[in-house]
């Protein structure tokens, strides 16, 4: 079993969609998690860190749970510049720590 | 501010020869300095955690002797593939916690990566 468990996608969506994301971690003893955002052949920028209850930065919202060791990403109101793959991602201390990846969800914002 | 750099960006080289990536940290000093590979359609795997002035940690199944890291100064860690062959072509990028700057202490700044064809 993978550690980060995400669906690859590619999710097509209009422009002004709603669109969510989810992903699973497999070790229990996870402490923090974050949402990156790769473009194509670029490096991964942090979008988000995401807390147990739950964070909104704009029209990004991230939630959080422990308990089923899930964590997903809402974006509102979609944009063609929100097109690429999106990396959950979990470390077992903190973000300046080890950090694990899941494989990416892709999303194609169309108009 | 929390600029990394990576060079070169991209690299094409024959099987069996050498070549050496560098990492920077242009605007701060990171103790900690982190190396990651990324096949096609694949996550970011860590190879190796590379700490100033020690020896790099690296994860299960990478050969320390194949990636060789060296971590000299607080502004540079270099990655050299050893004798590549083609089942080493991929994206490596490095990554600095920026905790000795005072940056934020829960992220990576990333590089841009280094894209390594071997023929």
């Known amino acids: 079993r993978k550690e980060v468990e995400q669906d690859p996608g590619p999710f097509n969506v209009p422009e002004g969609a709603t669109v969510a994301f989810n992903c699973t971690y497999s070790?229990?003893?996870?402490?923090?998690f974050f949402w990156y955002r790769q473009d194509c052949r670029k490096e991964p920028k942090l979008l988000m860190s995401v807390y147990s209850s739950g964070n909104e930065d704009g029209r990004f919202t991230a939630q959080l749970n422990r308990a089923s060791q899930y964590i997903s990403l809402l974006i509102r109101d979609s944009k063609l510049s929100d097109s690429a793959t999106y990396l959950c991602v979990v470390s077992l201390t903190g973000g300046g720590n080890k950090l694990t990846f899941g494989t990416g969800t892709q999303l194609k914002v169309e108009l | 501010g929390a600029v990394v750099s990576q060079h070169p960006s991209r690299v094409i080289c024959k099987s069996g020869t050498s070549v050496k990536i560098e990492c920077r940290s242009l605007d701060f000093q990171a103790t900690t300095m982190f190396w990651y590979r990324q096949f096609p359609k694949q996550s970011l795997m860590l190879m190796a955690t590379s700490n100033e002035g020690s020896k790099a940690t690296y994860e299960q199944g990478v050969e320390k002797d194949k990636f060789l890291i060296n971590h000299a100064s607080l502004t540079l860690s270099t990655l050299t593939v050893t004798s590549a062959h083609p089942e080493d072509s991929s994206f490596y990028i490095c990554?600095?916690?920026?905790?000795?700057?005072?940056?934020?202490?829960?992220?990576?700044?990333f590089g841009p990566g280094t894209r390594l064809t071997v023929l």
């Open positions: 070790n229990s003893a996870s402490q923090s």
């Open positions: 990554s600095a916690g920026g905790g000795l700057a005072g940056l934020r202490t829960d992220t990576q700044y």
